[in-house]
């Protein structure tokens, strides 16, 4: 059996300045920050392993699947609202976040990174919790959240809600809706 600090894994979920304040940014995702660096302080004392996905795009981003349908350039690679937001950056300093770009709402490399630590034996996966933070939770959250909890089925997989926004209150709560559906906790350890 895993070591307590070994049982928690957490993912930040594209905390980035262009879902925060930039161009598809929002009041809901503002008001969160605080609580989003507070959580990874949390973390980070009690020696959790940490992901962060950050969302990247390129210059062609219109032209792709995603660019046509949300036609908002945001998060393109190197730009500011690429960047994570400063506050959250700077509590996951010094920690032993895995960072990992992401080029669509959900992360099979997420998947994979967590393999390396989490069993796909069924029985071993009972004693760890997942915990999803980050934005939006209507869009990559929830798309990886669904990844992780097909990936590891027995494991507790959970969104923090207070450390969360979507892209309007309205698919919050529908996302919340869903997540009970798909048996994804929004109850915190």
Known sequence: SSAASDVYKRQVVDMQNDFIDGTLGTKEAQAIVSNVAKKIKEYKERGDKIYVTQDTHYEDYLNTYEGKHLPVEH?????????LNDEVYNVLKNTNATYILKHTF????????IKEYISENNIDQKQYS????????????????????TAFPEANVSINLDCTAAVT??????????MKSLQIEDKYV
Not at 106 to 113: A, C
Not at 130 to 149: M, P, Q
């Open 75 to 83: 998060c393109i690679a190197n730009t500011d609202g690429w960047q």
């Open 106 to 113: 959900g992360s099979i490399e997420l998947v994979n990174k």
């Open 130 to 149: 997942i915990e999803l933070i980050g934005l939006c939770l209507d869009v990559c959250v929830i798309s990886n959240a669904v990844l992780i909890k």
């Open 169 to 178: 209150p309205k698919t919050f709560n529908a996302t919340k809706i869903v």
